[in-house]
């Protein structure tokens, strides 16, 4: 049943193309209710097989083509639905600050054993730093290439000015720290957050055992529920990707589509990039057996980009990585770190979209600021959870904070699970590669790899 009503509905989806395309092109001349029938058939059917299949990406998927159909057809209908897309945002809203500061304090006060493995927790951070801090640049070149966000015309509320102000580099280094972390989050101040949850992590890492326990316990609650809360939260997300869509469009016209495909074919050449030009390299200068980590590596990719969950990978990728001759004290101890700081798909991604935004919102920012946002995201990125949709969250905290527009963001949304296929998969790998890094940097990784044990795990 499934699989016959998505069969019908992407051939019905090629016959609306064809038409339109003909239609566009003058080559015949069909009337505007027949093809306005055809395109409806066609969102019917796809409204059937997201009712059979029960998946939320599904149905945001079929929201996007719904919202931009009603753009199109009605677009003083698509005007009056903005406010869902505004209830859709206070809700994500909310969710920011406390993920980001239960998910940091968590991350840095959770392994307060860096004391104890010293050099090793050391090299991995700076190696962390390092590459993610290169996945942002380079997802920042990949936008400003393409330019996937020029050309469309955000659509702006009566009476809505988009701020323009501009502040002295003292100013912007002392906007960095909080005077009062309940107005920081008041006022959506990620950065200012994530400096005090990183102080606040640090120092009940370096209280006694007795008294960071509780505390300790409190943010991974905390983080658990913030996680639950998102996910109650993103139900409403095809409601608010579909008001968000067909709001643009029913300002700006069906084009903002293309520039979807665009960000999208973007994102998936920085990824390769990213993981021929940076990762391969790394690879081969540490002198890590390629072929066998490739092996080794292949199911918990697939697994990772089949769920768009780093988490869900995790165990698979620990036995795989010990399988191929890594310790199991560095995979106990770099893997978990790896999912709070070293996202490097994640990161690419967050860097790209953040300069999508700021292209549709027509706004010029200089190098300088755009380091400055870069700098933003290379804190805020290390609070982005391995669950799906964790990075739109950090992205949209992120650009609330620098005073850009949200809509986009929204837009977003759409093809979102496809990008987070793309990320989680090279957030899983990256993450892989560092503990054998890691391992070969602390000279505990036998040239010999144990052969035989490697076979014996292969096999199973």
């Given at each position: 049943m499934k699989r016959r009503l998505l069969?019908?509905?992407?051939v019905m989806m090629g016959v609306v193309g064809l038409l339109q395309s003909a239609a566009y092109l003058n080559i015949t001349s069909l009337p505007h209710s027949f093809l306005l029938s055809v395109r409806w058939i066609t969102l019917a059917l796809l409204i059937a097989y997201a009712v059979v299949r029960r998946s939320l990406t599904t149905w945001i998927i079929v929201s996007m083509f719904l919202g931009a159909e009603i753009g199109h057809d009605w677009p003083n209908v698509a005007t009056n639905l903005r406010v869902l897309s505004q209830i859709f945002l206070q809700l994500?809203?909310?969710?920011?600050?406390?993920?980001?500061?239960?998910?940091?304090?968590?991350?840095?006060?959770?392994?307060?054993?860096?004391?104890?493995?010293?050099?090793?927790?050391?090299?991995?951070?700076?190696y962390f730093e390092l590459v993610t801090?290169?996945?942002?640049?380079?997802?920042?070149?990949?936008?400003?290439?393409?330019?996937?966000?020029?050309?469309?015309?955000?659509?702006?509320?009566?009476?809505?000015v988009l701020p323009a102000t501009r502040h002295t580099p003292s100013e912007i280094i002392l906007h960095i720290f909080p005077e009062n972390i309940a107005k920081s989050v008041a006022e959506g101040q990620v950065l200012q957050v994530v400096v005090f949850a990183i102080i606040f992590g640090i120092a009940l890492?370096?209280?006694?055992?007795?008294?960071?326990?509780?505390?300790?316990?409190l943010t991974d609650s905390l983080a658990e529920v913030m996680f639950k809360f998102t996910n109650i939260v993103m139900w409403f997300a095809p409601l608010g990707v579909g008001a968000a869509i067909a709001y643009t469009v029913g300002h700006t016209g069906m084009g903002v589509l293309v520039n979807l495909a665009k960000l999208l074919a973007t994102l998936?050449?920085?990824?390769?990039?990213?993981?021929?030009?940076?990762?391969?390299?790394i690879a081969l200068f540490f002198r890590v057996p390629v072929k066998k980590f490739v092996k080794a590596v292949a199911e918990p990719a697939s697994i990772a980009f089949g769920t768009s969950s780093s988490e869900a990978a995790l165990?698979?990728?620990?036995?795989?990585?010990?399988?191929?001759?890594?310790?199991?004290?560095i995979v106990a101890f770099v893997m978990p770190t790896g999912y709070s700081f070293n996202l490097d798909g994640s990161s690419l991604y967050q860097s790209l979209g953040a300069i999508f935004v700021v292209q549709v919102a027509g706004i010029h920012l200089s190098f300088g600021q755009q380091l400055l946002l870069l700098l933003t995201l290379?804190?805020?990125?290390?609070?982005?959870?391995?669950?799906?949709?964790?990075?739109?969250?950090?992205?949209l905290g992120t650009v609330g904070s620098f005073g850009l527009p949200t809509e986009p963001v929204f837009i977003l949304l759409g093809i979102d699970q496809l990008m987070d296929m793309a990320r989680t998969t090279v957030n899983v790998i990256g993450n892989c590669l560092a503990t054998v890094v890691v391992a070969k940097w602390e000279g505990e990784?036998?040239?010999?790899?144990?052969?035989?044990a490697v076979q014996a795990a292969m096999a199973e």
């Open positions: 069969l019908a509905a992407l994500i809203k909310t969710i920011i600050a406390p993920l980001l500061f239960a998910t940091l304090v968590s991350g840095i006060a959770g392994h307060a054993d860096l004391k104890k493995v010293g050099r090793m927790g050391i090299k991995a951070i700076i801090t290169i996945a942002l640049f380079i997802g920042l070149a990949a936008i400003n290439i393409s330019k996937a966000g020029v050309g469309v015309q955000l659509p702006q509320a009566p009476g809505e890492a370096m209280v006694r055992e007795d008294k960071r326990k509780p505390m300790l316990a998936y050449v920085a990824l390769l990039v990213f993981l021929f030009g940076v990762l391969l390299p165990p698979r990728a620990m036995e795989a990585m010990e399988g191929i001759g890594v310790p199991r004290k290379m804190l805020t990125s290390k609070g982005t959870a391995g669950v799906s949709r964790a990075s739109i969250v950090i992205l990784y036998p040239e010999s790899s144990g052969s035989e």
